[in-house]
């Protein structure tokens, strides 16, 4: 079994090098060798046949496109194809969740983050005390990054700052209110 393992990592490592070359045959016979493994992978996060397909398409096109970058002093072929699968799956999964999520003002995430049903309207009350403490910006920034997933290098190009500014207003922001927080 081993040796069939090396002769298939072998193939898909030659299917790959042709398909960098721009070898439509290579990258057809690639695909057909790994569209439903990478298949299963994406399905198993997505959760969304749909959804799953899109992303095996939008993977195979980023295989074509980055065929020439595989190395396989970095790993065998099927890894560096996963890796791919994977973060393409991911990649949808966190931008689905960010439209969904997507806030018009602080008010309405203020209701999702302390809703009714959680009985709790003094926490609602103080966290929206102590966010109308914050300035704009950093209130912005700490309900698009703690309540819609947004990444700092999102807030950044977002907000047009550097990382490292989005990264200092987030920390000093959450200290802040924590602080009022306690209090409160």
Known sequence: MTQRLTSVGASLQELLQAAAGGNHAAFRALYEATAPKLFGIILRITQNRPMAEEVLQETFVKIWQNAERFSPEAGQPMAWLSAIARNRAIDRIRSE????????????????????????????????????????????????????????????????????????????????????????
């Not at 704009?136 to 190009?157: D, I, K, M, Q, T």
């Not at 550097?162 to 959450?174: D, N, Q, W």
């Open 97 to 184: 969740k960010i439209e969904r999520n997507r806030v018009s003002g602080s008010d309405d995430v203020l209701e999702r983050l302390a809703a009714p049903s959680s009985g709790d309207a003094l926490t609602r009350e103080a966290l929206r005390a102590c966010l109308s403490q914050l300035d704009a910006e950093a209130r912005n920034c700490v309900v698009l990054a703690y309540c819609s997933g947004f990444s700092r290098e999102e807030l950044a190009e977002r907000f047009k700052r550097p990382v490292g500014t989005i990264k200092t207003l987030l920390f000093r922001s959450v200290r802040q209110l924590k602080a009022c927080l306690e209090r409160a």
